[in-house]
């Protein structure tokens, strides 16, 4: 059943704060905790209105008196209005903040460029210390967030909106700081992350499959630290890597896969995310997804048209050897 992973976090959190008094959950009239939610966190919920460079200086502060706690405020504005007190307060100090940024990516479609997070996984990822986490269903939020209470200093989870589908019954349970293997191929690898692009990326693995092209699809979850050692394993058996990611292509997944590969394993890399531009179309994330062709079909038509473009390529090598 379609869950918000919103949702799912405020309802793992909550048992949470009876388990471990050292935990608080500063609010910043987000909405997503009611009245009801609020009673039962008692004194280890503060709804501090909204004021996201406050937030994370008050919430720097109890971390350096020994308390655990889960900030939450909206993505855009912990990647830009918040960022100085992120890194001087937080990221400096190696606090154990837990920034639970809501609306990521394109889930705050309908209010506009000023409330979408676009450049918040390429912000926060470059911290030193800061551990950034994109869940892609609401199962693998509560797992984060039960883990999240060991993670040493400072962790980003990035966050949706509405409900968004489940990943497959059978997918392995997912482990912050290590990649989830969601479909094993050794032709080309999809990298992934976010609800709607695992999910395209699992669909575009099983079209490529009828075409003969066997896909590993890599849920990288964790963009920092990254999975090395998974990524480049995946790599090395590969002809291609494309990265899809509900962010714009500079910066964020594709930036960070892109990174490690030219360093540890070279490979063809192609990165498919939002063009380098300010969203100027009115809509849901769903709608919106599909306008920007964030989609199984964008994925397919790509790593059949670099294939065929290498295979062409290799042809005519063979040609001019020949000759």
């Known amino acids: 059943m379609s869950r918000a992973t919103r949702e799912a976090y405020r309802d793992s959190l909550l048992p949470l704060l009876n388990l471990h008094p050292e935990l608080i959950c500063l609010d ?9 939610h609020a009673a039962a966190a008692g004194e280890q919920y503060l709804n501090l209105g909204i004021a996201e460079a406050n937030l994370m200086g008050i919430a720097a502060g109890l971390a350096a008196s020994g308390r655990v706690p889960f900030v939450n405020t909206m993505a855009a504005f912990a990647a830009s209005r918040a960022l100085e007190a992120i890194k001087i307060d937080i990221a400096y100090n190696r606090l154990p903040v837990r920034i639970m940024a809501t609306h990521g990516g394109l889930a705050a479609g309908h209010l506009g460029p000023t409330h979408q997070a676009l450049e918040d996984l390429a912000v926060l990822r470059v911290l030193p210390g800061m551990t950034v986490v994109v869940p892609a269903d609401a199962a693998a939020t509560e797992a984060f967030v039960e883990q999240s209470v060991s993670v040493p200093g400072p962790l980003y989870v990035r ?6 589908p489940p990943l497959p019954e059978d997918a392995p349970p997912p482990v912050i700081g290590h990649a989830q293997t969601l479909r094993q191929g050794d032709d080309v690898v999809l990298a992934c992350c976010g609800p709607y692009p695992v999910l395209a990326c699992l669909d575009a693995a099983d079209v490529l499959a009828g075409h003969g092209i ?31 990611e509900e962010h714009w292509r500079s910066g964020g997944l594709g930036g960070a896969v892109a990174e490690t590969l030219a360093e540890e394993a ?6 498919l995310g939002m063009p380098d531009q300010f969203v100027d179309e009115v809509g849901n994330q769903e709608h919106l997804v599909e306008h920007y062709d964030l989609t199984a079909e964008r994925v397919v038509r790509t790593v059949r048209a670099a294939l065929d473009t290498a295979a062409l390529s290799g042809r005519t090598e063979r040609r001019e050897i020949a000759t």
């Open 214 to 244: 066997e896909a590993t699809v890599l849920n990288l979850h964790t963009l920092s630290p990254l999975d090395t050692e998974a990524l480049v394993a995946a790599a090395r058996p590969a002809t291609l890597v494309v990265t899809v």
């Open 266 to 271: 070279p490979t063809r890399v192609l990165r």
């Open 159 to 164: 966050l949706g909106r509405k409900p968004s």
């Open 28 to 36: 910043t009239d987000t909405g997503l905790f009611s009245a009801e």
